[in-house]
């Protein structure tokens, strides 16, 4: 979809729908959507007065112009009551607005920039929702569909600017959110695909990709590399499959060479089916999504990559397929990080904290200035927060604040959740330095906290995607299966850290 800027008047577009929107308890119309009411004869207000246009959130009312204006169709969006507008919400409406308008057939549509000045969002603020709730509501995975689909394509959104001073505004807005989008797709596009198409291998050769097309280094450090720096931990998950397991290093240099990079690590297992812990049958195709945190951090490199913000940063991913076999870690082994730590196995199936114990303890080893690791890690914190809330964890006060507000701009919701020292208690081992399982209770917790002995005095936070990397229906910007979340979050706190 090509989305772009202009300045002129909605209601003397041509387009095959037009976009305007109704606030909730607003008696009069005023602006835009006067002057399409008075060509229409008065079309809209007279639904109003009958109650059928309330301007609730998700409301869309379609009316056709029958050549009274130049757009054959006028879409009336419900933004809900104007002073608890956000940001968020326009996302939402336009996602809700441009999936009905494409399953009416329509190709082109034009919009005001919905939300604009109002509730505190800018003009920027306002494009890049709409460019985002756009990209986002519209996305789907029809790859290996090879029956076409029944809707056609929605091929262009125009923005309509009022004027000249509005639209270089509206024009940057559009742009970022436009990257951002595309990045979250790309994440979803890596999550949603089998596991048999997403391999390490695969997440390699995509990793490579991205670094020929944005102008990233790549580093793929290969089983016997990881041997040398003694990575135990994810080479004894890597075990029990036949695929090579495979360390990618991402790195984009936007700041002083001399400056220390943010880490950003994620979880790269390309399918868990437990290992000799085996998970049950049910549902377990579903642990093809356990690569999220991996997909999300190689997708929010390439957004930074175009936004090229004046930092440093280097993606870690580890990546493996965690499967039984004669070769497979046993529930009773012992093995050694990175950092020299050595880990009882209890579970195998605990493989997560594994491979990120090994990414977070060579991102210390880098010197990272802060860390940020995200991670399908476990169904503990799913059962917490549920699809609606990320977990977060840290050991450092600030930076949590910072990636919560981060997710915040983004309209991903992240809860913190405790790191009180008790939880330690849980992880100790009897013959190891630590176990990697710390009972059935506050399972996040000990993960996190598992974690948190890989990163030194890094400061670092761990994000718990279990519950929101994938999402059961569609709703507002998300589709059914992966969300893409939190790639937006971790390139707006990117960029609040390089400000
Ligand atoms: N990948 C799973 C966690 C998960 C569960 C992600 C549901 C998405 C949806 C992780 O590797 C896992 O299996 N965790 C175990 C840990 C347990 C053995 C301590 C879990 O949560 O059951
Ligand atoms: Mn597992
Ligand atoms: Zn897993």
Redesign the pocket.
Known sequence: MEIKVIVGDIAEIEADAIMVNHFEGMESLEGDIADIDRALDGAISRLIAQGEIKGKPNEITIIHSLGKLPSARVAIVGLGKQKELSQDKVRGAVAGACRLLRQKGVGGIATVAQGAGMAGISAEGAAQAAAEGALLGLYSFRKHITKEAEHGDIKQLTIVAADKTESPRLERGCNKGKVLAEATNLARDMVNEPANYMTPGDMAGMAAELAESYGLKLKVLERKQMQELGMGALLGVAEGSRQPPKFIILRYRGGDSAEADMVLAGKG?TF?S?GI?IKPSRKMG??KG?MAGGAAVMAAMSAIAQIKPRVNVTALIPATENLPSGSALKPGDIVTAINGKTIEII?T????RLILADALGYAEKLGAKVIIDVA?????C?VALGDVVTGAFGNNQGLVDKVIAAGDEAGELIWQMPMYDQYKEQNKSDVADIKN?GGRYA?AITAAQFLAEFVGDTPWVHLDI?GTSMSEKEKTYLVKGATGVPVRTLVNLVLALAK
């Open positions: 297992v868990d437990g812990s579903e642990m356990d579970s199936d605990a493989e997560g399908t890690l476990t169904g503990a799913q399982v399972g279990a």
